[in-house]
C-alpha cells in the first residue's frame, strides 16, 4: 500500500484561556492510496482534528504531517473536504453550490463546455436531477448531503475526506447514500476518509476502520475489513465475517465510549 496521507507521531493541543484541551495524542496512521478508510471513536476525540490537519486548515502541534511524501504545508487544495457542519450557500441555487469548486480554479479549469457536462453528470449520480435550480433551504437534509457529496466529487479530487456526512440523517437514507457513496467510489482509484458512529456502517465501507480512545485521541485499535467488493450496504451485516469484525471493533471502542460521551 503506497501511503497518500501520513500521520507520524502527531498531538494537538488547543488553547481555550488558560484552558489545554488535549486533542490528539501521538497518532500514527497512513492512508493508503486508493484506500476507503473508516476512522471511528467517542465524541471529541480528535477525528474532526484529525481532517482539518489532512486539509491543511490547521497544523500539527508535534509531529510530522504528509501528503504523497511531502510535508503538508498550508491548505492541501488535492482534497475535498465534507464537513461535519453542513455548508451550502444559502443563497445559490443547487446547481450553483456544485459549480462552486469548479469556479475556483487550479486543476479545475475547464472549458464551458466540459464544467456543463461535468456538473450535469455530478447531479444526476447523486439523483439530484430535477432540482437544480432550488435553494439549500428548500431540500432535505438528505438531498442537501447529496448536494455536498456532487460538490465534493466534482472536481475529481484525489481524496475526500467526509466527516460523520449521513449523521444525522434516518436509518433507511443512510443505506441508500451509502450505496450511492460506494457506487461512486468503487473503481475509481480515489481515495477516501470516512469518519463516523456507526460501526456497521465503519465496516459497510471500509477497507479499514481505525478505532480512536476518547481525548486525548490516540490510535487504539485497526482492523483491516476483508468482505469481497462490490459490496451491498442492505445485506452486508449477514455476510460471515461480519459479525466478528463488529465483535471486535466493539469491544475496542466500548471501554472509550462513557468516558468520551461526557466531552
Ligand atoms: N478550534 C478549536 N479550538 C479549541 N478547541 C478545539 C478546536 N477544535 C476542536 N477542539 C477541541 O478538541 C477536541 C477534539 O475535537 P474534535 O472536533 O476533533 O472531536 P471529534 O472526535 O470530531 O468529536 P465529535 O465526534 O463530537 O464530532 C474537543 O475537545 C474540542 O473541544
Ligand atoms: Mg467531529
Redesign the pocket.
Same mark, same amino acid.
Given at each position: 500500500m503506497t501511503p497518500i496521507l501520513e500521520f507520524h507521531d502527531i498531538s494537538k493541543v !488547543? !488553547?481555550?484561556g488558560s484552558q489545554q484541551?488535549h @486533542?490528539l495524542s501521538q497518532v500514527t496512521a497512513e492512508v493508503g492510496d486508493g484506500e476507503l478508510l473508516a476512522i471511528v &471513536?467517542?465524541? &471529541?476525540? &480528535?477525528?474532526?482534528?484529525?481532517l482539518?490537519l489532512a486539509a491543511g486548515l +490547521?497544523k500539527p502541534g508535534t509531529g510530522r504531517l504528509l501528503y504523497r511524501g511531502h510535508p503538508l504545508t498550508g491548505v492541501n487544495t488535492e482534497v475535498a473536504y465534507i464537513t461535519?457542519k453542513d455548508n451550502l450557500l444559502p443563497w445559490r441555487t443547487v446547481e450553483d453550490n456544485i459549480a462552486l469548486p469548479l469556479g475556483l480554479g487550479g486543476r479545475a479549469r475547464l472549458g464551458k463546455h466540459e464544467r456543463r457536462e461535468r456538473l450535469a453528470r455530478q447531479i444526476e449520480l447523486v439523483g439530484l436531477s430535477g432540482f437544480e435550480k432550488h435553494y439549500p433551504s428548500e431540500l432535505s437534509g438528505g438531498m442537501r448531503k447529496r448536494a455536498q457529496l456532487a460538490r465534493s466529487l466534482v472536481y475529481e479530487p484525489d481524496v475526500l475526506l467526509m466527516?460523520?456526512p449521513f449523521g444525522a440523517l434516518d436509518a433507511q437514507l443512510k443505506l441508500v447514500l451509502q450505496a450511492e457513496l460506494l457506487r461512486t467510489w468503487e473503481g475509481t482509484g480515489k481515495t477516501l476518509v470516512f469518519?463516523t458512529?456507526d460501526l456497521t456502517e465503519a465496516i459497510s465501507l471500509a477497507d479499514r476502520v481505525i478505532v +480512536?480512545s476518547s481525548?486525548p &485521541?490516540r490510535i487504539k485499535a485497526v482492523e483491516r475489513i476483508e468482505l469481497p467488493r462490490p459490496r451491498d450496504p442492505f445485506t452486508i451485516r449477514f455476510e460471515p465475517g461480519f459479525g466478528e469484525y463488529f465483535d471486535r471493533l466493539w469491544s475496542a471502542l466500548r471501554e472509550d465510549i462513557h468516558q468520551g460521551s461526557e @466531552?
Amino acid at each position: 500500500m503506497t501511503p497518500i496521507l501520513e500521520f507520524h507521531d502527531i498531538s494537538k493541543v !488547543f !488553547f481555550k484561556g488558560s484552558q489545554q484541551i488535549h @486533542a490528539l495524542s501521538q497518532v500514527t496512521a497512513e492512508v493508503g492510496d486508493g484506500e476507503l478508510l473508516a476512522i471511528v &471513536g467517542p465524541s &471529541g476525540c &480528535g477525528k474532526s482534528t484529525l481532517l482539518n490537519l489532512a486539509a491543511g486548515l +490547521m497544523k500539527p502541534g508535534t509531529g510530522r504531517l504528509l501528503y504523497r511524501g511531502h510535508p503538508l504545508t498550508g491548505v492541501n487544495t488535492e482534497v475535498a473536504y465534507i464537513t461535519q457542519k453542513d455548508n451550502l450557500l444559502p443563497w445559490r441555487t443547487v446547481e450553483d453550490n456544485i459549480a462552486l469548486p469548479l469556479g475556483l480554479g487550479g486543476r479545475a479549469r475547464l472549458g464551458k463546455h466540459e464544467r456543463r457536462e461535468r456538473l450535469a453528470r455530478q447531479i444526476e449520480l447523486v439523483g439530484l436531477s430535477g432540482f437544480e435550480k432550488h435553494y439549500p433551504s428548500e431540500l432535505s437534509g438528505g438531498m442537501r448531503k447529496r448536494a455536498q457529496l456532487a460538490r465534493s466529487l466534482v472536481y475529481e479530487p484525489d481524496v475526500l475526506l467526509m466527516d460523520e456526512p449521513f449523521g444525522a440523517l434516518d436509518a433507511q437514507l443512510k443505506l441508500v447514500l451509502q450505496a450511492e457513496l460506494l457506487r461512486t467510489w468503487e473503481g475509481t482509484g480515489k481515495t477516501l476518509v470516512f469518519v463516523t458512529h456507526d460501526l456497521t456502517e465503519a465496516i459497510s465501507l471500509a477497507d479499514r476502520v481505525i478505532v +480512536m480512545s476518547s481525548r486525548p &485521541g490516540r490510535i487504539k485499535a485497526v482492523e483491516r475489513i476483508e468482505l469481497p467488493r462490490p459490496r451491498d450496504p442492505f445485506t452486508i451485516r449477514f455476510e460471515p465475517g461480519f459479525g466478528e469484525y463488529f465483535d471486535r471493533l466493539w469491544s475496542a471502542l466500548r471501554e472509550d465510549i462513557h468516558q468520551g460521551s461526557e @466531552a
